[in-house]
Every structure is written in C-alpha cells, then in structure tokens.
C-alpha cells in the first residue's frame, strides 16, 4: 500500500464525514417561539368574532326573549284598541239616555244602570246628569250621593259645584245643619271666585238651620259684595236678623 492509499484510508472522504455529522434543527427552538408571540401581538382583537359566537350560540334564547316582548307591545296595543272601541261604544249609549231618556225618573234610572259599567272617562259627565235629574224629579238622596262622588274630583271647579249642589240636596231633603257645615267647610278651601255662590247657600242653610248668627254674618257678606237688583234683597234679611237677634 503506497502512501497515497494510506492517507485515503486514514482520512475518509469529506461526503462520509459530512454524513456521518449529527443532525441539527433547522430553526433555532427560541426563534420559533419568539415569532408566535409577535404573530399572537399582531393578531386583530377578536371581540366580533366572539360576539358573532354568543348570538349564534344563543340564537334560539334571544329570539324567544324577543318573542316575549313583542307579544306584549301586542297585547298592550290591543288592550288600549279594546279599550278605545268600549269607550266609544259607552259615549254611544249615554247619548242615546241624554236624547231618549227626556222624563227625569226615567232618566235617572237610566243613568244609574250606565254607571255600574260606566268607564272612568264618562262617570262625570253620567254623575252630572244623574244629579241634576234627580234634583229636578226631587230624588234627592240619589242627587246627594252622585254630588258626593263628584265632589272627589280632581278638578277644582267641579269639586265646587258638587259641593253646592251636595249642599243644596241636603237642604232640599230637610238636613239644613248638614249642609251648613258642609258649606262652612266648603267656604274655607274653595277659590274666591266662589265667594258669593257659597255665602248665598250658606245663608239659606243657616236660617234654616236655626243658626241666626251664622245666618246674619252670611247676609251681611252679601249685602256689602253684592251689587244688582239682588243687593236690596240682602240688606233687608240683614236688618232682619239684626232685629230678631
């Protein structure tokens, strides 16, 4: 064996070498691991994507939920409808009493047969015509109570004129010491505009109440605030209690 075939032999060739090297990754592990985490910072915020997940997820719950409420935006507008078309229904009817029912017994009792069912929206107008037709067919315990009812309204002026004419079904029905501390009462909490109305009523309850005292301070009143051929009248009663007094 030459020397040439000694130094093959001792040096093995460069592609033996070269496979018999150990095998290394190809990418660096850290470098894997640090390009996950610039890909997971670059990655758009995915906040639609999980709202797009829920509703899909809850499709059926929310449908149902949606249900529900129009169901009863459904209901609610047939319940006014209903409402609307009973009332109109009602004002019907109590124009039919107001034009047929023309004898004043007859009409009272028509009335009250309205008001058992009657809506709220026409229980004053029916209340009013009530009392009045009683007062004129001299039912005055019916008139006192309609009067009484009207006379928890919330409208200033109607709860004024229910009570003069609460006072005045009193009086009418021989209870002259009721309806004087009615309008006494009345006096006290009604606007001035009423003045002269209550203190005309308040005489006539007390005089016939026996209350001349009351009676006097009344006329008296009316006497100094009243004008028209009505004043007369009043300065004659005043100097009369004066006398009797």
């Given at each position: 064996m030459n020397a040439s075939q000694r130094a093959c032999k001792e040096f093995p060739r460069m592609e033996?070498?070269?496979d018999q090297a150990p095998a290394q990754d190809a990418v660096n592990p850290g470098v894997i691991e640090q390009l996950e985490q610039e890909m997971h910072k670059a990655a758009p915020d995915n906040t639609a994507q999980r709202l797009l997940d829920f509703l899909v997820n809850n499709l059926k719950s929310i449908a149902a939920g949606c249900g529900v409420i129009i169901l009863a935006v459904a209901v609610y507008?047939?319940?006014?409808?209903?409402?609307?078309?009973?009332?109109?229904?009602?004002?019907?009817?109590?124009g039919v009493i107001l034009i047929q029912k023309t004898e004043p017994k007859a009409r009272v009792d028509a009335l009250e047969a309205f008001l058992k069912d009657a809506p709220g929206s026409l229980r004053p107008t029916a209340l009013l015509e009530l009392a009045a037709s009683a007062m004129v067919s001299k039912q005055y315990d019916k008139a006192s109570t309609a009067w009484a009812e009207l006379?928890?309204?919330s409208d200033a002026n109607l709860k004024v004129v229910a009570g003069i004419g609460h006072a005045k079904s009193l009086?009418?029905?021989?209870?002259?010491?009721?309806?004087?501390?009615?309008?006494?009462?009345l006096k006290t909490k009604s606007p001035a505009a009423y003045d002269l109305p209550i203190t005309r009523q308040l005489a006539v309850a007390a005089e016939e109440a026996g209350n001349k005292k009351a009676a006097l301070d009344a006329y008296t009143e009316l006497a100094t605030k009243a004008d028209g051929a009505?004043?007369?009248?009043?300065?004659f009663k005043a100097n009369?209690?004066?006398a009797k007094s």
């Open positions: 033996d070498k070269k507008a047939g319940v006014n409808h209903w409402r609307g078309r009973q009332a109109a229904k009602a004002a019907d009817v109590l006379e928890g309204s009086l009418m029905s021989g209870k002259a010491p009721e309806a004087l501390t009615l309008l006494q009462a009505s004043k007369p009248y009043f300065e009369q209690l004066k």
